[in-house]
C-alpha cells in the first residue's frame, strides 16, 4: 500500500494566495507517443513512503478518449515495485507490481458504461488496505466499488519513489491525443462529499480551495501553474502547484499546452 510522506514546503502556495486569480484555460496535449510524456525524477522521496495504513486520493481531470490502449500514470520505486493505471479499450486498470511475478492487475470501471469521448473528473480514493478499499468516482457519480478482487491486498511499498511519469508507461501505452488538464494527489481518502466538492458540478476548481487543502500535497494545472516567482508553465516545465516535485516535458514543447 501506499502513503504519502510529509508536507512538502518549497514551491507550496501560501494559503492567502491560493486561488487568487485562479485560471484553468490550458491543458497538456499530444501525449500520443512513448516518446512525449510528462516526467519527475526529482524530490520523490517525499512523494510516498512505506508507512502502513495510510491513505491517498487522486484526482484527474482529462479528455477521455474511448479507444485505444492509453497510460494515465506510472509511478515506480527503487525496488522494483511500481503502481500504475491504464486503459484497454473502454476499461481502466490498475495493476500492482510488488517486485515479483504475484503482481495484481484489477480493472477498475467500464468507460463504455457511461463516458465516452468527453472531459472527465475523475476521482480515485484508497480507503484501506485491500483492492476492494479502492474506490472511484467519475464526473459526479456515485463510489463505483473496485472489487473484482475483493480479497487481494494492496502490495506494501517499502522503498522511496525514483520515477514518475504521467501519459506513460515503459514505452508501450501512451495518451492517444487526450488532454490532461489538472493532477492532484492528497493525503488521507475522500468521503463521497470531498469527492463531489472536487468535481463542483464539472466546473474547475481551484483544489487548494477545498475543503481538504491542507492535505494536498501534489498539484499540477498542466499549463497555467508558476514557480510563484514570474516563470509560468511554459513548454519545457509543469510546476507543481502545492508541492516541489515540478514535471519536465520530455519530447514536449510549448505547442504542446492547448485550450482546455
Known amino acids: 500500500m501506499l502513503g504519502l510522506g510529509n508536507t512538502l514546503t518549497g514551491g507550496v502556495v501560501p494559503a492567502a494566495a491560493a486561488g487568487a486569480g485562479f485560471s ?67 476499461t481502466l486498470w490498475w495493476t500492482f507490481v510488488n517486485g515479483t511475478s504475484s503482481n495484481d492487475h484489477m480493472p477498475i470501471y467500464t468507460t463504455g458504461g457511461g463516458i465516452g469521448d468527453e472531459n472527465v473528473t475523475m476521482i480515485i480514493t484508497k480507503t484501506g488496505d485491500t483492492l476492494e478499499d479502492l474506490k472511484l468516482y467519475a464526473n459526479g457519480s456515485s463510489a463505483h466499488d473496485t472489487n473484482q478482487n475483493a480479497t487481494n491486498t494492496i502490495p506494501v511499498i517499502t522503498s522511496a519513489m525514483s520515477d514518475l511519469k504521467l501519459g506513460y508507461r515503459g514505452g508501450i501505452f501512451h495518451f492517444s491525443t487526450n488532454k490532461f488538464n489538472d493532477f492532484a494527489i492528497f493525503d488521507g481518502s475522500f468521503s463521497e462529499a470531498e469527492a463531489t466538492e472536487a468535481y463542483n458540478s464539472d466546473t474547475t476548481m481551484d483544489l487548494r480551495t477545498h475543503s481538504r487543502a491542507s492535505d494536498l500535497k501534489h498539484y499540477w494545472l498542466m499549463g497555467d501553474g508558476d514557480d510563484g516567482e514570474g516563470s509560468d508553465d511554459d513548454g519545457s516545465t509543469i510546476h507543481d502547484m502545492a508541492g516541489d516535485s515540478d514535471l519536465d516535458m520530455y519530447g514536449m514543447d510549448a505547442s504542446d499546452i492547448v485550450d482546455w
Open 24 to 90: 484553468d484555460n490550458k491543458a497538456i496535449n499530444g501525449m500520443d507517443s512513448g516518446s512525449k510524456y510528462l516526467h519527475s525524477t526529482s524530490n520523490l522521496t517525499d512523494v510516498f513512503t512505506g508507512a502502513s495504513q495510510q491513505t491517498w486520493t487522486f484526482v484527474m481531470r482529462f479528455y477521455h478518449n474511448s479507444t485505444g490502449n492509453k497510460g494515465f500514470f506510472h509511478f515506480s520505486f527503487a525496488s522494483g515495485e511500481s503502481i500504475y493505471m491504464q486503459n484497454f479499450g473502454q
